[in-house]
T-cell receptor, first 113, second 115 residues
């Protein structure tokens, strides 16, 4: 069965610092990969997705993610975080041809002023 | 409306009662999903509807859970004889056709507390 691991439950960074959120998946073939953000009182919002092609994917709000097949990883990065980036971040995968997303447990991001 | 709408936003119910949660997808979206999010955990897939095709019910945790959707409109998730472990946020999402090539839009969820 597919699984998604987000090793960091909670991360704190200072405003303006760089950010990397880790995501590892377990699946035999290359799945489709997603990052979502959940802000307090708001629904989940798609940041970016990877289906194929260039392994460095650009998303909204200045986020990017890199797919590394050899490491089964899809880490999310941002060069300089803003206080408004404080939220819960979820990595998700979908088997090619399937319709359901399998989510990681999420990483809560806190921003220090 | 502009987004996925869910109701009620909050529901407190007594153990053993039945509850119904409603989802209004974005107009024109043929795909509709239900997910459950327990406190401090990721989302668990429950059920997926695509147009008039038979729904994928593989994520429903027990026969106390059921969902319906009429055509490409409103969906209702029903939980019978609620248990305390059913306490969670129930999230609905919709997309134009499927997740591939189309963005899935999530609602804000229905918070269910079983006491």
């Amino acid at each position: 069965a597919q699984s998604v691991t987000q090793p960091d439950i909670h991360i704190t960074v200072s405003e303006g610092a760089s950010l990397e959120l880790r995501c590892n998946y377990s699946y035999g073939a290359t799945p489709y990969l997603f990052w979502y953000v959940q802000s307090p009182g708001q629904g989940l919002q798609l940041l970016l997705k990877y289906f194929s092609g260039d392994t460095l994917v650009q998303g909204i709000k200045g986020f990017e993610a890199e797919f590394k097949r050899s490491q089964s990883s899809f880490n999310l990065r941002k060069p300089s975080v803003h206080w408004s980036d404080a939220a819960e971040y979820f990595c998700a995968v979908a088997k090619q041809g399937a319709q359901k997303l399998v989510f990681g447990q999420g990483t809560r991001l806190t921003i220090n002023p | 409306g502009a987004g996925v709408s869910q109701s009620p936003s909050n529901k407190v119910t007594e153990k053993g009662k039945d509850v119904e949660l409603r989802c209004d997808p974005i107009s024109g979206h043929t795909a509709l999903y239900w997910y459950r999010q327990r406190l401090g955990q990721g989302l668990e897939f429950l059920i997926y509807f695509q147009g008039n095709s038979a729904p994928d019910k593989s994520g429903l945790p027990s026969d106390r859970f059921s969902a319906e959707r009429t055509g490409e409109s409103v969906s209702t998730l029903t939980i019978q004889r609620t248990q305390q472990e059913d306490s969670a946020v129930y999230l609905c999402a919709s997309s134009l056709s499927s997740i591939f090539g189309n963005t899935i839009y999530f609602g804000e969820g229905s918070w269910l507390t079983v006491v």
